[in-house]
Antibody, heavy 120, light 109 residues
Framework: QVHLVQSGPEVRRPGASVRVSCKASGYTFTNYGISWVRQAPGQGLEWMGWISTYNGDATYAQNLRGRVAMTIDASTSTVYMDLRSLRSDDTAVYYC?????????????WGQGTLVTVSS | SYVLTQPPSVSVAPGQTARISCGGNNIRYKTVHWYQQRPGQAPVVVVHDDSDRPSGIPERFSGSNSGDTATLTISRVEAGDEADYYCQVWDSSSDPNWEFGGGTKLTVL
């Protein structure tokens, strides 16, 4: 059974950084990359980026390049998402999501979500 | 980027049919997926690859894709179907690779 378990809620000041983790289990970690998707309060879903769990290569949404970094720790089957220079509009629930093995681009497993609150 | 346009809200009475649209330029050439998201929960895919249903999703959920519009159809709507619904496409050659529609709030009257 595939599981994606994320770290707990975070509160940060504007300008600070945050790290959210996503621990995967139930499948071969290095076979499938993982994406991060966020959702601001009352808003829609926004794709943030994707990281290969095979070699650590990542691609990021254009509006977040320079502020976001995704990394992996294959020894613990964990993916990390770092977001720096936080602003109030980064307040959101952050999800990690596993694309389906079919390769057609839908997410069939999601983490439980991590609320990141940016407030002074 | 590729823009996906959904109506903000759709309302339907129990037992009726709900149709939620997802507009995009020549979307018929894209593969469209649909998610249901209930309050406080992560999204769940209800239709993938235009019209395929994951195991465990009722047959009442179906999808189609032609022209510039993809459609999620929910037949015999139940109170439990009230949720937000998002369409999504993926294109490894586009930026961003994954794109979501703005979401549609389905209200069961």
């Amino acid at each position: 059974q595939v599981h994606l378990v994320q770290s707990g809620p975070e509160v940060r000041r504007p300008g600070a950084s945050v790290r959210v983790s996503c621990k995967a289990s139930g499948y071969t970690f290095t076979n499938y990359g993982i994406s991060w998707v966020r959702q601001a309060p009352g808003q829609g879903l926004e794709w943030m980026g994707w990281i290969s769990t095979y070699n650590g290569d990542a691609t990021y949404a254009q509006n977040l390049r320079g502020r976001v970094a995704m990394t992996i720790d294959a020894s613990t089957s964990t993916v990390y998402m770092d977001l720096r220079s936080l602003r109030s509009d980064d307040t959101a629930v952050y999800y990690c999501a596993l694309p389906a093995a079919s390769g057609t681009g839908y997410f069939d497993y999601w983490g439980q979500g991590t609320l990141v609150t940016v407030s002074s | 980027s590729y823009v996906l346009t959904q109506p903000p809200s759709v309302s339907v009475a129990p037992g009726q049919t709900a149709r939620i649209s997802c507009g995009g330029n020549n979307i018929r050439y894209k593969t469209v997926h649909w998610y249901q998201q209930r309050p406080g929960q992560a999204p769940v895919v209800v239709v993938h690859d235009d019209s395929d249903r994951p195991s465990g999703i009722p047959e009442r959920f179906s999808g189609s894709n032609s022209g510039d519009t993809a459609t999620l159809t929910i037949s015999r709507v139940e109170a439990g179907d009230e949720a937000d619904y998002y369409c999504q496409v993926w294109d490894s050659s586009s930026d961003p690779n994954w794109e979501f529609g703005g979401g549609t709030k389905l209200t069961v009257l």
